[in-house]
């Protein structure tokens, strides 16, 4: 218990140096007047206005933390973090009162020895040190009598805790019914009813069969939630045709890509090092005598093909092992040779014939890379003048007849993404934008600037039958071909009730055996597994899918397999039963504390706090 003590005090202790790493330092944002220093009184502990604001500020850091957006305390009290802070500082206040009741403390000495213990009250030669310990405590905004006087708290809060969890472990029964649960098996056999399976195909339908599924059916024609907007465009594209590149640039680029546009013949080469020239040999040997294979050899070193594959080498990247590996047939291996490593072996998997491409064949491609480069340096250089215009009250419209740049249209979902849509940049910023917003210049990933208005926003709504009408008709014949295969599946269960006799149904059959009910089948539905562990020993089921219908016939019903990797799921789950059954305990007690100590907030208190942020 007193080492669980020590633990949960180091926490308690590194929350508060969290704290501060998180810049939660200095709270002049809450300058309060008057007397009043609480926001709530529970049993004989209160909760001080201090430790309301430093816990209301750790929960807005980390929502921040999380969003990586600034948060304002309208926003903090709409997502109830003032709620959050002051239910979790009243259930510590609670449990203070009760631990003070029963008259527990950690006493002095062992205070001492938790705060000496913390690194961040260190000096550079690992002794305590009273300035830092006093520095740390003045950027998180505690004095050191409210740092221990919490500490002294937290540890005997410890101890409670560590008595009323301690030893708690759930029945082995809910252990056992779980792991038997997650581990049974099943055999069974299915037929699979495909469309192959029917005589005739499903007939296109009729106008008045498309208008009665539609009206039937309406939820699965809904177009989603669309964002109607207006937006300008220039992009790099649009002016590498005026942008001129002069023939010395080009060479420049040419040469300084010379490795990539001369490169020598290459060999695809793996390389397997051995300690010595005789161990060397002595792989080579099984190999000639088909003892071994090279996959073999490796394996034998520990190692995977991965770790020794080289890719492709040039003459120079050989050294002297170069001619023997030049002159190997593919697949071959080749030495013992000399490498940097010591004597290897070396297999070609594969060779590179030289390739020299000349500047004439290369210019296009330059040409284009550097006149689109020039392109984006032109656009970022008048990204600011017509940010300009539109903060001066320029319409789209008119930049796109004052600019280069170009006007467009799209109705937005969070599923489109042809042209612009394609952009991370330009998804993003529809789903930003809404009703009121100005446009401003946006930056997207190829060096393009865009700037964009929302006309209007359509809520989900039924797609007319007119553009729907193509969906609808697939549809209709698709549920059209489950029902046929469900008939067939259903005649021939019958048939097989009668027989036994898979065969006999003229359906594709298999069987599987021994699966649990997490088992993957590629061809099923979803809850075909589940179907199945609903069955009877014997029973036959029908199954029914999209596109094909399963007949099944529950063949063995088996228990879980005694093995390693269930004993571990076994233990597995005791533990986290165990844990989640204590931290229950321990919560009823905390409520029930806190009912018995009667909490009294002081609302007009908490009001001045989140008005002074």
């Known amino acids: 218990m007193a080492a669980g003590a020590k633990s949960l005090s180091k926490t308690f202790v590194w929350i508060l140096m969290g704290m501060l790493m998180l810049g939660l330092a200095g709270f002049g944002a809450v300058n309060l007047s008057g007397t009043v220093r609480t926001v709530a009184q529970v049993g004989d502990e209160s909760i001080s206005i201090d430790d309301f604001v430093r816990e209301l500020q750790r929960e807005i850091r980390a929502v921040e933390a999380q969003s990586g957006q600034p948060l304002q305390m309208s926003q903090a009290r709409d997502l109830g973090l003032d709620r959050n802070a002051l239910a979790r500082l009243t259930a510590l206040a609670a449990l203070d009162n009760e631990v003070s009741q029963l008259g527990i403390s950690i006493g002095d000495e062992n205070l001492q020895k938790e705060i000496v213990s913390v690194p961040a009250f260190q000096g550079v030669d690992g002794n305590f040190d009273r300035e830092a310990y006093r520095f740390q405590l003045e950027q998180v905004g505690m004095t050191d009598s409210e740092f ?46 495909g469309a192959e399976a029917l005589e005739d195909p499903v007939a296109e339908p009729t106008d008045a069969q498309i208008q009665t599924y539609y009206d039937e059916n309406a939820e699965q024609f809904t177009l989603p939630r669309t964002k109607q907007l207006t937006y300008a465009i220039l992009s790099p594209a649009m002016l590498v045709d005026t942008v001129e590149v002069d023939e010395e640039a080009l060479r420049k680029l040419f040469e300084e890509r010379s490795d990539e546009y001369n490169q020598p013949e290459r060999r695809l080469v793996e390389r397997l090092n051995f300690p010595d020239e005789q161990a060397a040999n002595d792989a080579k040997a099984q190999l000639e005598v088909g003892g071994t294979t090279f996959e073999q050899l490796v394996r034998d070193r520990d190692l995977e093909l991965s770790d020794i594959d080289l890719g492709d080498l040039t003459r120079e990247d050989l050294g002297e092992a170069a001619d023997a590996v030049f002159a190997a047939e593919l697949d071959a291996v080749v030495g013992p040779l000399p490498s940097v490593f010591g004597p290897a072996l070396f297999r070609v998997n594969g060779s590179l014939a030289a390739n020299s491409v000349p500047f004439e064949e290369a210019e296009p491609a330059l040409r284009e890379e550097l006149a689109t480069e020039r392109a984006r340096r032109l656009i970022e250089a008048q990204s600011e003048d017509i940010n300009d215009m539109l903060a001066g009250g320029a319409t789209l419209e008119e930049l796109a007849n004052e600019t280069e740049m170009e006007l467009g249209q799209i109705d937005w979902t969070r599923d489109s993404a042809e042209d612009i849509a394609a952009y991370d940049g330009f998804r993003a910023a529809a789903e930003a934008v809404q009703e009121g917003d100005f446009p401003e210049i946006t930056f997207l990933e190829d060096g393009s600037i865009f700037a964009l208005r929302l006309n209007d926003v359509l809520p989900r709504r039924p797609e007319p039958l007119e553009s729907a009408r193509d969906s609808v008709a697939a549809a209709w014949v698709q549920a059209e071909t489950n029902k046929a295969l469900l008939d067939k599946a259903n005649a021939a269960l019958s048939q097989l009730a009668t027989d036994g006799d898979f065969a006999a149904t003229g359906l594709p059959f298999r069987v599987e055996n021994a699966l649990t009910r997490t088992a993957f089948l590629d061809d099923v539905p979803a809850s075909f597994m589940n179907e199945v562990f609903q069955m009877e020993l014997g029973e036959l089921r029908v199954v029914g899918g999209n596109g094909a219908a399963f007949l099944v016939r529950l063949d063995e019903v088996l228990p879980p397999e005694d093995s390693d990797e269930l004993r571990r799921l076994r233990d597995a789950l005791a533990t986290q039963m165990d844990q989640a059954l204590s931290q229950n305990i321990f919560d009823a007690y905390v409520r029930d504390a806190q009912t018995r100590a009667r909490p009294v907030v002081d609302q007009q208190a908490l009001n001045a706090v989140q008005a002074s942020f």
Do not use: C, H, W
């Open 148 to 193: 221990e006087s919490d500490l002294r708290k937290e540890s005997a809060r410890t101890i409670v805790q560590g008595a009323i969890m301690g030893g708690v472990e759930m029945p082995a029964t809910v252990t056992d019914t779980m792991a038997n649960y997650i581990g049974a098996r099943r055999s069974f056999t299915v037929a699979t009813a």
